[in-house]
């Protein structure tokens, strides 16, 4: 099992930098990706960034050049850096890990962390 805690969510103005950071416990994987994703009511769960176990990292369109992921793997931890927030941001950030082994594919996911880009 995995256990994943996000903090570093909260209110900021629009143009603000908040920092994400999702601490991962359990059975992970040096192989395993890590990623953030977001939800805002009435809409779907989306991709906001992923990182391999490579390092290879991955953006949505939206957040390209503002927000950049980050891993550590000795600590089991991945960060969002996020800056010239949006209000269109805001939403809840859930940690997530991906997990494949052969045709077998795993996920998991923190409680979320709400972000708020509001003056």
């Known amino acids: 099992q995995v256990q994943l805690v996000e903090t570093g969510g909260g209110l900021v103005q629009p143009g603000g930098s908040l920092r994400l950071s999702c601490a991962a416990s359990?059975?992970?994987?040096?192989?395993?990706?890590m990623g953030w994703y977001r939800q805002a009511p009435g809409n779907e769960r989306e991709l906001v960034a992923i990182i391999t176990s490579a390092g290879n990292t991955n953006y949505a369109d939206s957040v390209k050049g503002r927000f950049t992921i980050s891993r550590d793997f000795a600590k089991n931890t991945v960060n969002l850096q996020m800056n010239s927030l949006k209000p269109e941001d805001t939403a809840v950030y859930l940690c997530?890990?991906?997990?494949?082994?052969?045709?077998?594919?795993?996920?998991?996911w923190g409680q979320g962390t709400q972000v708020t880009v509001s003056s």
């Open positions: 359990g059975s992970i994987l040096s192989r395993d990706s």
């Open positions: 997530n890990v991906y997990r494949a082994s052969g045709f077998a594919t795993w996920n998991y």
